[in-house]
C-alpha cells in the first residue's frame, strides 16, 4: 500500500503515530516520519489512522483504495444519490 502525507497540512497532533507506530513515528515535537510503502499487514491500523487525522494530512493511493470502494467485496455500500455499477 502507498502512502502519501501532506507534511504542510500535518500538525504534529501524532495520532498516526500512536494508532500505526510500525508505519509513522514522530521525530521531534512536530516532524513526523512514515514508510510510504506500508506493509498490506499494516492496513488496517493505517485505515484508523487515516479516520483519526485531525487535519485528513494522510492519503492511501487510489489504487488501494479500489478494494473498499462501493460495490467492492467488503466495500461500503453507495451513498444516497451516488450511482452503483450493480
Known amino acids: 500500500m502507498r502512502l502519501v502525507v501532506d507534511l504542510n497540512r500535518c500538525q504534529g497532533y501524532a495520532q498516526c503515530?500512536?494508532?500505526?507506530p510500525e508505519v509513522f513515528a514522530m521525530h521531534g515535537d512536530e516532524?513526523?516520519?512514515?514508510?510510504p510503502q506500508a506493509q498490506d499487514a499494516h492496513r488496517a491500523r493505517v485505515?484508523?489512522?487515516?479516520?483519526?487525522?485531525?487535519?485528513?494530512?494522510?492519503?492511501?493511493?487510489?489504487l488501494d483504495?479500489?478494494?473498499t470502494a462501493p460495490g467492492a467485496p467488503g466495500g461500503a455500500?453507495?451513498?444516497a444519490g451516488e450511482a452503483s455499477d450493480a
Open 17 to 20: 503515530a500512536f494508532l500505526a
Open 31 to 35: 516532524g513526523l516520519l512514515y514508510d
Open 77 to 79: 455500500a453507495p451513498a
Open 47 to 62: 485505515a484508523q489512522a487515516v479516520a483519526a487525522c485531525p487535519v485528513q494530512a494522510i492519503l492511501v493511493d487510489e
Open 65 to 67: 483504495m479500489a478494494a
